[in-house]
């Protein structure tokens, strides 16, 4: 049964930096890609970033390339996502899962969520 948890959300100020870390278990882990993905207030979730089961591909939607960075660690059953330069926008709910498609856009088994917030 798998199961998902995310954490190191937190608030910050317009270009800090937060990194999440999304904890696999009960299931072979380097089997599986997984995705961020966050709902902002008044928004529908969207896809941010996913990386393939080995790590060897990523992709990210537009808004956060060249902010954002996803990577795993397969030996720690933990996907991490690394933002940088963070924008008002970027506030929501993150949540990792795993990926519908390679598109990125829609996933299922969900973790419960950590909050970003990025305000002055």
């Known amino acids: 049964q798998l199961q998902l948890v995310e954490s190191g959300g937190g608030s910050v100020q317009p270009g800090g930096s937060l990194r999440l870390s999304c904890a696999a278990s009960?299931?072979?882990?380097?089997?599986?890609?997984i995705g961020w993905f966050r709902q902002a207030p008044g928004k529908e979730r969207e896809g941010v970033a996913c990386?393939?089961?080995?790590?060897?591909?990523?992709n990210y939607v537009d808004s956060v390339k060249g902010r954002f960075t996803i990577s795993r660690d397969n030996a720690k059953n933990t996907v991490y996502l690394q933002m940088n330069s963070l924008k008002p926008e970027d506030t929501a709910i993150y949540y990792c899962?795993?990926?519908?498609?390679?598109?990125?856009?829609?996933?299922?088994?969900w973790g419960q969520g950590t909050q970003v917030t990025v305000s002055s």
């Open positions: 899962a795993l990926p519908d498609d390679s598109t990125c856009r829609t996933g299922d088994y």
């Open positions: 990386i393939s089961n080995r790590g060897d591909s990523t």
């Open positions: 009960g299931v072979t882990f380097d089997l599986y890609a």
